[in-house]
């Protein structure tokens, strides 16, 4: 129990079909059943099929609840996380999404009728209207989790009244965007999922402020000491409590964790050991690297360019063959420096490993705290989705330097990248701002504080 005389909770956590989201729940669901609470976390099978293991000492507190995902026609099988979909079968893999309305309900349903395993509050992700009112129908609270930095959550402004003042907020937290971005989130946030007119549709902004008028709190993935203006200026737009829930990060790797879990683990750490301190950058674009494939071939030709020395997981993008992706000659002219992993790999071992220096990231929230928690500067190059705004506060933040792009289209060229890699690697301020927020996002003792406090919140 988390305090002398509480009994324990029962939380439902209903993460969005994305790693980005599933991950940082898991951190909450295990730092809850760490302090004595029940946790029912839901998602699909294959998704809890992907998470790494809850420790033996918390998984009898901790119940993974598969709800199968309904089959939607010309939405390809198994694609559950929405790093399995083509970005044009995205409005497809949200209707799926949306059939599990039903079973949620069931599983709510049957959890209700038990007095003794009725869930406390129920955490909902941002597009989970559904979520929020079935719980609401049972007299269940429920808790809005946004995974992102509360700056970001931010810059829509209020809630719009309005499905025209949507599209304006969306315009009007683009504002510092380059074009190319802009009209992407508006094509993303405010379009409606489905522009035929075949299927009831509601633009992810809309599902966004649906799901938040239904919560009576809002939890952000962040804490004060790394935005302390922007966590009360949430408060102040979203008119309820803002509850910042810490960093969320995963344990850091040690000892025989941190070499890996199978053998190709255990050779990337190899070679990794062969280098010198301080002079790999490790390049990741997330789990789902939705950008197209003669950009990470420029990409490529730009790692060449810059002549350090590198580490890239390189994740083919959905119904692109992975022989077309590296230029051919690539890995001979550059094998003597550096190491191409097209499979997935252990991220945070890699960086927290003494050779690594720097990382070129897509800035997804996660990737850029993982970064930071060794103290690693930033490449940046944002995709898609809060990437971009993500970049720009860590650019503001001196830690490192955006790839340059093209205003209209998103491209950029090998040198532009060579230009920022090299720039980072030279840099001694970008490192030492890195180290700064360090003792922030490094700070097991600073988050662990945050779950406390949001416990006592869902206790009051």
Same mark, same amino acid.
């Given at each position: 129990?988390?305090?002398?005389?509480?009994?324990?909770?029962?939380?439902?956590?209903?993460?969005?079909?994305?790693?980005?989201?599933?991950?940082?729940?898991?951190?909450?669901?295990?730092?809850?059943?760490?302090?004595? %609470?029940?946790?029912?976390?839901?998602?699909?099978?294959?998704?809890?099929?992907?998470?790494?293991?809850?420790?033996?000492?918390?998984?009898?507190?901790?119940?993974?609840?598969?709800?199968?995902?309904?089959?939607?026609?010309?939405?390809?099988?198994?694609?559950?996380?929405?790093?399995?979909?083509?970005?044009?079968?995205?409005?497809?893999?949200?209707?799926?999404?949306?059939?599990?309305?039903?079973?949620?309900?069931?599983?709510?349903?049957?959890?209700?009728?038990?007095?003794?395993?009725?869930?406390?509050?129920?955490?909902?992700?941002?597009? %989970?209207?559904?979520?929020?009112?079935?719980?609401?129908?049972?007299?269940?609270?429920?808790?809005?989790?946004?995974?992102?930095?509360?700056?970001?959550?931010?810059?829509?402004?209020?809630?719009?009244?309005?499905?025209?003042?949507?599209?304006?907020?969306?315009?009007?937290?683009?504002?510092?965007?380059?074009?190319?971005?802009?009209?992407?989130?508006?094509?993303?946030?405010?379009?409606?999922?489905?522009?035929?007119?075949?299927?009831?549709?509601?633009?992810?902004?809309?599902?966004?402020?649906?799901?938040?008028?239904?919560?009576?709190?809002?939890?952000?993935?962040?804490?004060?000491?790394?935005?302390?203006?922007?966590?009360?200026?949430?408060?102040?737009?979203?008119?309820?409590?803002?509850?910042?829930?810490?960093?969320?990060?995963?344990?850091?790797?040690?000892?025989?964790?941190?070499?890996?879990?199978?053998?190709?683990?255990?050779?990337?750490?190899?070679?990794?050991?062969?280098?010198?301190?301080?002079?790999?950058?490790?390049?990741?674009?997330?789990?789902?690297?939705?950008?197209?494939?003669?950009?990470?071939?420029?990409?490529?030709?730009?790692?060449?360019?810059?002549?350090?020395?590198?580490?890239?997981?390189?994740?083919?993008?959905?119904?692109?063959?992975?022989?077309?992706?590296?230029?051919?000659?690539?890995?001979?002219?550059?094998?003597?420096?550096?190491?191409?992993?097209?499979?997935?790999?252990?991220?945070?071992?890699?960086?927290?490993?003494?050779?690594?220096?720097?990382?070129?990231?897509?800035?997804?929230?996660?990737?850029?705290?993982?970064?930071?928690?060794?103290?690693?500067?930033?490449?940046?190059?944002?995709?898609?989705?809060?990437?971009?705004?993500?970049?720009?506060?860590?650019?503001?933040?001196?830690?490192?330097?955006?790839?340059?792009?093209?205003?209209?289209?998103?491209?950029?060229?090998?040198?532009?990248?060579?230009?920022?890699?090299?720039?980072?690697?030279?840099?001694?301020?970008?490192?030492?701002?890195?180290?700064?927020?360090?003792?922030?996002?490094?700070?097991?003792?600073?988050?662990?504080?945050?779950?406390?406090?949001?416990?006592?919140?869902?206790?009051?």
């Amino acid at each position: 129990m988390d305090a002398a005389g509480s009994s324990p909770l029962h939380i439902v956590i209903f993460p969005w079909l994305a790693m980005g989201h599933l991950l940082p729940c898991l951190q909450l669901a295990e730092r809850l059943a760490a302090r004595g %609470h029940r946790v029912s976390f839901i998602s699909t099978p294959r998704n809890l099929a992907r998470l790494p293991p809850v420790p033996p000492a918390l998984a009898p507190l901790v119940d993974l609840i598969a709800l199968p995902l309904p089959q939607v026609a010309g939405l390809p099988d198994g694609a559950e996380s929405t790093g399995d979909v083509p970005s044009d079968k995205f409005d497809l893999h949200r209707e799926a999404f949306d059939g599990l309305a039903g079973p949620f309900s069931a599983f709510l349903d049957a959890a209700c009728a038990d007095a003794g395993s009725k869930p406390d509050w129920v955490v909902v992700d941002y597009s %989970h209207h559904w979520v929020a009112a079935a719980a609401q129908d049972r007299q269940v609270p429920c808790v809005m989790f946004l995974p992102c930095a509360a700056a970001v959550a931010a810059m829509a402004g209020a809630p719009p009244e309005s499905r025209a003042e949507e599209r304006q907020a969306i315009v009007k937290s683009m504002d510092a965007a380059p074009m190319f971005e802009a009209e992407l989130a508006a094509a993303d946030f405010a379009a409606e999922d489905d522009p035929s007119g075949s299927r009831p549709s509601i633009s992810i902004m809309s599902r966004y402020f649906m799901t938040l008028k239904m919560s009576r709190l809002f939890a952000v993935r962040s804490c004060s000491e790394l935005e302390p203006d922007a966590i009360p200026l949430l408060a102040g737009l979203y008119g309820k409590p803002v509850v910042p829930l810490g960093l969320l990060l995963p344990p850091t790797p040690d000892g025989a964790c941190a070499r890996g879990k199978n053998a190709e683990d255990d050779a990337i750490m190899r070679w990794l050991d062969a280098q010198p301190a301080k002079s790999v950058v490790y390049v990741a674009l997330g789990s789902e690297a939705p950008i197209r494939a003669e950009l990470l071939r420029e990409l490529a030709h730009g790692l060449e360019l810059a002549g350090t020395r590198f580490l890239w997981a390189l994740r083919t993008p959905v119904g692109v063959q992975g022989d077309i992706i590296v230029p051919e000659g690539f890995r001979e002219r550059t094998g003597e420096r550096g190491l191409v992993v097209a499979r997935w790999v252990p991220q945070m071992s890699i960086l927290a490993h003494g050779a690594v220096g720097a990382f070129l990231t897509h800035c997804g929230w996660g990737s850029i705290l993982e970064g930071l928690q060794f103290g690693h500067p930033l490449i940046m190059l944002p995709i898609a989705g809060d990437q971009g705004p993500n970049a720009r506060l860590m650019e503001e933040r001196k830690v490192g330097v955006l790839v340059p792009r093209n205003d209209k289209d998103g491209s950029f060229s090998r040198n532009d990248v060579a230009g920022a890699v090299q720039a980072v690697v030279d840099s001694r301020v970008f490192a030492a701002s890195a180290k700064k927020l360090q003792e922030i996002v490094a700070s097991a003792q600073c988050h662990d504080k945050y779950i406390d406090g949001f416990i006592q919140h869902l206790r009051t």
